[in-house]
């Protein structure tokens, strides 16, 4: 009963590296979601992918690109990191159309830039 | 564009006490979502509430929401120190994939 998996669950890069976080959910649900958690912000939305083969930008894209490679895998990709992206990242899945469903979250990647 | 506010912020409260987060949004929002979260954990679907004058219970938790004013609120009824985390309302627009988030409410159950 996997859900919503993340990796890794921890990273430090130096600014001006690249990465991808990885998600995969296997509850074939076609919404998928990026976010960023920063202290006393909440949770902003990165970039979504309403279904397979589609993505949208959400609040705070800038620095960011996505991929949705199937139904099940949406990974998120920083070309060139600054201290400024050093957050906490969680993926979201939800079930269809996205807006009468909760999502369903995974455990989230730190993110450290130096 | 939706914006969603939550207060307070903080709130410390003794066991056995009630008390209310009130969240607020910003234009038309039929859904409101709930959700909590422990330190270093991910977030848990609380309440989703879908219609004006929506009331759901789970516990010692009850959410409503009243599209009219705009507001969700969640009451919480003899705090225990288990619920202490941090409580999160989102919102979405009817049509739209965002959910966009409160900043949240920090809950500390004192005993």
């Known amino acids: 009963n996997a859900g919503v998996t993340q990796t890794p669950k921890f990273q430090v890069l130096k600014t001006g590296q690249s990465m991808t976080l990885q998600c995969a959910q296997d509850?074939?649900?076609?919404?998928m979601y990026w976010y960023r958690q920063d202290p006393g912000m909440g949770l902003r939305l990165i970039y979504y992918?309403?279904?397979?083969?589609?993505?949208d930008k959400g609040e705070v894209p800038n620095g960011y690109n996505v991929s949705r490679l199937n139904k099940r895998e949406f990974s998120l990709r920083l070309e060139s990191a600054a201290p400024s992206q050093t957050s906490v990242y969680f993926c979201?899945?939800?079930?269809?159309?996205?807006?009468?469903?909760?999502?369903?979250f995974g455990d989230g990647t730190r993110l450290s830039i130096l | 564009e939706l914006k969603v506010e939550q207060n307070p912020l903080f709130l410390s409260m003794q066991e056995g006490k009630n008390y209310t987060i009130y969240c607020n949004y910003s234009?038309?929002?039929?859904?409101l979502y709930w959700y909590r979260q422990d330190p270093g954990k991910s977030l848990e679907s609380l309440f989703v509430?879908?219609?004006?004058?929506a009331v759901k219970q789970e516990g010692r938790l009850m959410a409503s929401l009243d599209t009219k004013a705009r507001l969700s609120t969640l009451h919480i009824t003899a705090a225990v120190h288990d619920l202490s985390a941090t409580y999160f309302c989102?919102?979405?627009?009817?049509?739209?994939?965002?959910?966009?988030f409160g900043t949240g409410t920090r809950l500390k159950v004192l005993a």
């Open positions: 234009t038309t929002s039929d859904r």
């Open positions: 979201a899945s939800s079930v269809d159309r996205g807006w009468n469903q909760p999502q369903h």
């Open positions: 509850m074939n649900h076609n919404s």
């Open positions: 509430l879908l219609s004006n004058g």
């Open positions: 992918s309403a279904s397979e083969g589609t993505t």
């Open positions: 989102a919102g979405s627009t009817s049509g739209t994939y965002k959910y966009i």
